[in-house]
C-alpha cells in the first residue's frame, strides 16, 4: 500500500510559477506510476501528467510545454513544476499512485493522496 501527501500548493498569479511535491510511503514506490490530476469546483477530476517507474512521461493537451512531472525513487518523491500558471489552471491537484503504468484514467490509480489547493489570480 501507498499513502500520499502532497504540498506546495499556494496563491500566484497569472504567469507565475508552483512547483508540487508528493512524499510517498512504502518500500515499493518504484514499483508504482504516479500522476496528477485536478479538480475545479463544478468540474469533474481531470489528467494532468503521468510518470512512469522507469521515467517515461505523458502530459495532458493543456499542460505541455507549461508543466514539468518529475520523479526521485530514491526519495519516493514525484514533483510537478508548473510554469506560465493561468486562472484556468486553479483547482485542487492530486498525486496518485498505480501498479499498471502509464495511464490517464483515474478510475486506474487506487490510491491517492489529499489534495492541494492551487489559485491563481489574474
Known amino acids: 500500500q501507498v499513502q500520499l501527501v502532497e504540498s506546495g500548493g499556494g496563491l500566484v498569479q497569472a504567469g507565475g510559477s508552483l512547483r508540487l511535491s508528493c512524499a510517498a510511503s512504502?518500500?515499493?514506490?518504484?514499483?508504482?506510476?504516479m500522476g496528477w490530476f485536478r479538480q475545479a469546483p463544478g468540474k469533474e477530476r481531470e489528467f494532468v501528467a503521468t510518470i512512469h517507474w522507469l521515467g517515461n512521461t505523458y502530459y495532458a493537451d493543456s499542460m505541455k510545454g507549461r508543466f514539468t512531472i518529475s520523479r526521485d525513487n530514491a526519495k519516493n518523491t514525484v514533483s510537478l513544476q508548473m510554469n506560465s500558471l493561468k486562472p484556468e489552471d486553479t483547482a485542487v491537484y492530486y498525486c496518485?499512485?498505480?501498479?499498471?503504468?502509464?495511464?490517464?484514467?483515474?478510475?486506474?490509480?487506487?490510491?491517492w493522496g489529499q489534495g492541494t489547493q492551487v489559485t491563481v489570480s489574474s
Open positions: 496518485a499512485a498505480n501498479p499498471i503504468g502509464i495511464t490517464t484514467s483515474s478510475v486506474s490509480y487506487p490510491y
Open positions: 512504502g518500500r515499493t514506490f518504484r514499483s508504482y506510476a
